[in-house]
């Protein structure tokens, strides 16, 4: 089955500065890739995702690029503020009707 | 629209104990999942139903049931529980084939 590996685990930044998650997925057939932000006691959200179909996706200061052909995707998150502390997870899914597979999550901590 | 909706929020249980975890959904939403959330362990599937009168094993079955009832509910079913079992429940729905993954609130156990 599909195998997600997410790092780092932890990651501290200080305000302003970006921040860079990188998964890497193991099954070719994985064609899309959302990203979920889960902030303490809440329940994850999806923030961002992309398909097999496209290589880069941009949403103000979040941005996720993909390469198809090393099977890694990456999150970027620009301007870093306080309220992006959270975890954030990477996940794989083949689509149609199938399991999504997640990686472990990463905890970002935005120092002011 | 409640969205996802999952019953009780916190339980104890004593090993050995059964219980039910409901989950509800008020998006006409086809695929339905159950997850566990462990620290460093991320987010990883119990079972999930593609559709009505479907359900699959995701990574982490042993131990668990599932019901999917109709369309709305999908419940989780613990026979006899155990210590190992102690997690934060999320169920999740999707309204197609692939995309956005909507969650619930989460359900605390704890297996004394």
Known sequence: ?112 | NAGVTQTPKFQVLKTGQSMTLQCAQDMNHNSMYWYRQDPGMGLRLIYYSASEGTTDKGEVPNGYNVSRLNKREFSLRLESAAPSQTSVYFCASIPTSEGEQFFGPGTRLTVL
């Open chain 1, 1 to 112: 089955g599909e195998n997600v590996e997410q790092h780092p685990s932890t990651l501290s930044v200080q305000e302003g500065d970006s921040a860079v998650i990188k998964c890497t997925y193991s099954d070719s057939a994985s064609n899309y890739f959302p990203w979920y932000k889960q902030e303490l006691g809440k329940r994850p959200q999806l923030i961002i995702d992309i398909r097999s179909n496209v290589g880069e996706k941009k949403d103000q200061r979040i941005a996720v690029t993909l390469n198809k052909t090393a099977k890694h995707f990456s999150l970027h998150i620009t301007e870093t503020q306080p309220e992006d502390s959270a975890v954030y997870f990477c996940a794989a899914s083949k689509g149609s009707y199938q399991k999504v597979t997640f990686g472990i999550g990463t905890k970002l901590q935005v120092i002011p």
